[in-house]
């Protein structure tokens, strides 16, 4: 067992040895580590380390813990001639991401028709297994939103146009949604304007401190007891199926003979195989940006018809969790062009990049970073020092400690429900069961993954959120 | 079903973002059946799919594979398939698998209703090879699987 030597309060180095091509660092810390130590992490970011073509270091965010090949919270950065692709670099839930919601109420105001307000949001965005949107979508409407992403929606009636402008890469990825295979297609057609299950949530929550005053009114967000909505989901069963599909094509065509571990099958970027799996990955992460869109119509719609009003709820931003990017880094002291993946980690650039919308670019980019159920939620902004030291990355939420098995066997899900009551948090569920599973105590504690992100400079606290009610899957 | 979701038929492993169980059988066919139980135990409370009458509908599922961890695995990934393309939530009343020309084919037959009648919680986004196997232990003369699935 490798340990990793500790270089700072926050960081540890693997050093480059046997088959890695480069280092492997962990942003952690000593509380962190105790968990990270106890799965495959270490293995599975010196694996990645070892990828064909990989520059800087293999990096894991301080929520990091064992996933599917990558570490989740693994971001790796790949050189363009050399480097290689990979579908379990960036999850089977493509483009799983976050969108928060300001609006101009108060939490006073939203607290009388909170029971309401719940169920109306139960009622248009379904969640769980099974279930389809309220909203049905044909396979052509289907197309063109994979095509034009959170635009197409938006030209539908589904939202207004500067939505988009506060959507990571404008709500539309490069893609080609002809090389989505049927199957995909057909699992995606009745699940647009669905929440999914799982970790996915919509969360009605209330400022609760704010850190840095000017930027969060740069954000929107002007003073504690402000109402905001999160909404956090991927692309669906439609993702799952690109992420399989390109797995198994990937298996086929080149084998898994040369890698320390089947699950980080890949293909070289510059391949036709890895070209036709990032325009399919741009599709379905499309789809996923449309499925946000849409959700937040209905969010609008329901806010206007209790409250009112739907003029004051604008989008702060829309992040990517699971992705592969290209862009411009620092590269052993040279600007050039890598093909970042960014597996449960948040895009964190800092002031002046021009792929920070224009409003938020003296500031940096808005991170969006949800707490488990129940617990506190983050907002952060990007840095110029995660542009130096983690392709400008960090953390994308609390990052799981224990399995769903092990919930079922230790909590109740009832419990938990009254333990939120208690701490005035009405949940609206799909399912008892599903509560246990996602209960705060299976997750990291999110206060500490933001103090290691902040101490260590990559991605910097704005304001602190807390939930008042939880629409879970 | 018990709390740790574990029965003769098949039982469940910790892992931390994941489920990993294994299934029991006397054949190949029983420990398919079997797996194909876990894997919906983990979205829907099994008793409630096994006992389902109103409304019952069938689906056939007829797939192949090279080897039979392939098999298993396109077996469940269509079962996937019909939970969210089809709505489809079932179990397996007939099952039969072949070896031919150096193929395994795996026909099915299975029955159960359409996902809305049924409470569910959690949802399985795919089947993965990590860790799978299908083995034969010739002392117990019993069939055991192994299957990860992503969450």
Redesign the interface.
């Known amino acids: 067992m490798v340990e990793p030597t500790k270089i700072n309060e926050f960081t540890w180095k693997i050093e480059k040895h046997g088959q890695m091509n480069v280092p492997a660092v962990i942003y952690s810390s000593d509380a962190l580590m105790s968990k990270v130590r106890s ?1 495959k992490t270490f293995n599975q970011i010196m694996n990645v380390a070892c990828l064909k073509g990989i520059v800087g270091n293999a990096i894991a965010m301080p929520d990091c ?4 090949g990558f570490p ?1 919270g693994g971001v790796a950065a790949f050189d363009m001639d050399e480097g290689i692709i990979s579908p379990g670099g960036i999850g ?2 493509i483009n799983c991401s976050v969108r928060l919601l300001r609006t101009d109420y108060n939490f006073d105001e939203i607290l009388k028709h909170r029971t309401e307000l719940l169920n109306e949001l139960f009622k248009k965005i379904p969640v ?5 949107g309220v909203i049905q979508f044909s396979k052509q409407q289907l197309l063109e939103t994979m095509n034009h992403g959170a635009k197409y929606m938006i030209e539908q009636g589904y939202g207004k146009i500067e939505d988009i402008d506060r959507t990571e890469e404008n709500g539309r990825l490069d893609s080609d949604p002809t090389v989505i295979s049927e ?1 995909a297609l ?2 995606g ?3 647009l304007g669905t929440l ?3 970790n996915h949530f919509l969360e009605l929550q209330k400022v609760d401190r704010i850190y840095d005053e000017k930027i969060a009114k740069a954000f929107g967000i002007t003073h504690p007891g402000q109402v905001v909505v999160m909404i956090h989901c991927g692309s ?2 439609l993702g ?2 690109v ?2 599909d390109y797995i198994m094509k990937m298996e086929e065509k080149y084998g898994h003979a040369d890698l320390p571990d ?2 980080l099958i890949n293909a070289p970027i510059n391949s036709d195989l890895g070209q036709e799996y990032l325009k399919a990955m741009g599709a379905a992460a499309n789809f996923a940006f449309s499925n946000k869109q849409l959700i937040t119509y209905h969010v609008r719609n329901i806010f206007e018809k209790l409250y009112g009003s739907q003029d004051n709820i604008d989008v702060v931003y829309d992040v990517c969790h699971n992705i592969g990017k290209f862009e411009k880094h620092i590269v052993d002291g040279e600007s050039r062009k890598v093909c970042v993946h960014r597996k449960g980690a948040t895009r964190s650039f800092g002031p002046g990049r021009v792929e920070v919308p224009e409003i938020y670019r003296d500031y940096g980019q808005p991170i969006i970073i949800p707490g488990s159920m129940g617990t506190a939620s983050y907002v952060l902004v990007g840095t110029k020092k995660a542009e130096e030291v983690s392709f400008g990355s960090t953390a994308h939420g609390a990052g ?7 919930a ?2 230790t909590l109740k899900g009832q419990d938990i429900i009254d333990q939120l009551k208690n701490m005035n948090i009405e949940v609206k569920a ?5 509560i246990a ?1 996602e209960a705060p105590q299976m997750y990291k504690d999110i206060d500490e993954v933001i103090r290691v992100s902040h101490g260590i400079g990559i991605g910097n606290m704005v304001a602190r959120l807390v939930p008042l009610g939880v629409i879970k ?1 | 079903m018990d709390e740790n979701q574990s029965t003769d038929k098949y039982k469940f492993f910790d892992k931390t973002a994941d489920a990993k169980f294994q299934a029991y059988g006397n054949t190949l066919e029983e420990a398919f059946k079997n797996a194909q139980e876990a894997m919906i135990s983990i979205i829907y409370n099994i008793e409630e799919v096994l006992d389902y009458e109103f409304d019952e509908q069938e689906r056939d599922v007829i797939v192949e594979g090279t080897n039979l961890e392939t098999l298993l695995y396109n077996f469940l990934e269509e079962v996937i398939f019909l939970m969210s393309a089809e709505l489809f939530v079932g179990v397996v009343k007939k099952i039969q698998i072949i070896h031919v020309d150096e193929m395994y084919k795996l026909k099915a037959i299975m029955e159960g209703t359409q996902a809305i009648n049924l409470e569910g919680h959690g949802e399985v986004k795919a089947v993965t090879y990590n860790e799978m196997y299908v083995k034969f232990d010739e002392e117990k003369g019993k069939y055991t699987v192994q299957v990860v699935v992503d969450l």
């Open positions: 799965d813990h064992e996933g599917y989740i089977y839930d769980g297994t099974g279930r389809k199957k057909l699992r057609v009745p699940q999914g299950s799982g669906r069963g799952h199926q992420a399989s089947r699950e799981r400690v224990g399995s769903r098995s092990e079922l066997r799909g399912s008892i069961k599903g599973e899957g």
